[in-house]
């Protein structure tokens, strides 16, 4: 079955604009996780979606923000972009509500210029 | 979630078992030990979890020591394509939340 999708793969953006990135699980799976990865900090936890509902948050800014939709495909969303915001963004998706293992896709390479 | 304790990097040489440590001194009685492992700009990849007992699957061995302070991860026979970084986490099962330590550089050389 097909993997973790996510769209698009590389992003170039201006400080001060917003970006959407997408996040398409693994079919039949309702959790989502949203990773930043830096040279500097490594691979830090955004948020986590399951059924809708957004159930764990990590300590970043309100500008960081996503959603989950009925068909578990997830969105997050950065506005007011900084140069301290490129990063791999990546997705991961679980079958469970108590989670086994965690699947990822290849990420979002976003660059801030 | 109990944070964790690895070495920065580890050499091992083709063919031969790669065993990679990882201190979890603070971990709960319901947080399990999960090891992932990233190639360069790759997504992460599962590899293995374990409770108290020790788990073989097709790629890996985790042991466990009994008062859970500690794991090795076993990479029985490793190849060129094992260099990664390796990241051991401690979780609870509930909740898909992961929090990545620094990992350990596994270079596997010919």
């Known amino acids: 079955k097909a993997g973790v999708t996510q769209t698009p793969r590389y992003l170039i953006k201006t400080r001060g604009q917003q970006v959407t990135l997408s996040c398409s699980p693994i079919?039949?799976?309702?959790?989502v996780s949203w990773y930043q990865q830096t040279p500097g900090q490594g691979l830090q936890f955004l948020f986590e979606?399951?059924?809708?509902?957004?159930?764990n948050k990590g300590n970043f800014p309100g500008r960081f923000s996503g959603r989950q939709f009925s068909n578990s495909r997830s969105e997050m969303n950065v506005s007011t972009l900084e140069l301290g915001d490129s990063a791999l963004y990546l997705c991961?998706?679980?079958?469970?509500?108590?989670?086994?293992?965690?699947?990822f896709g290849q990420g979002t390479r976003l660059t801030v210029v | 979630d109990a944070k964790t304790t690895q070495p920065p990097s580890m050499d091992c040489a083709e063919g031969r078992a790669a065993n990679l440590p990882c201190n979890h001194s603070t971990i709960s009685g319901n947080e399990y030990v999960y090891w992932y492992r990233q190639i360069h700009s790759q997504g992460p990849q599962y590899i293995i979890h374990?409770?108290?007992n020790n788990e073989t699957n097709e790629m890996a061995s985790l042991i466990i020591t009994e008062d859970r302070k500690s794991s090795t991860l076993i990479l029985p026979h490793a190849t060129l394509r094992d260099t990664a970084v390796y990241y051991c986490i401690v979780r609870v099962q509930y909740g898909n939340k992961l929090v990545f330590g620094a990992g350990t550089i596994l270079r596997v050389k010919s």
């Open positions: 374990g409770l108290k």
């Open positions: 979606y399951f059924s809708e509902t957004q159930r």
């Open positions: 991961a998706s679980s079958s469970l509500d108590f989670g086994t293992e965690a699947f």
């Open positions: 079919s039949g799976h309702r959790s």
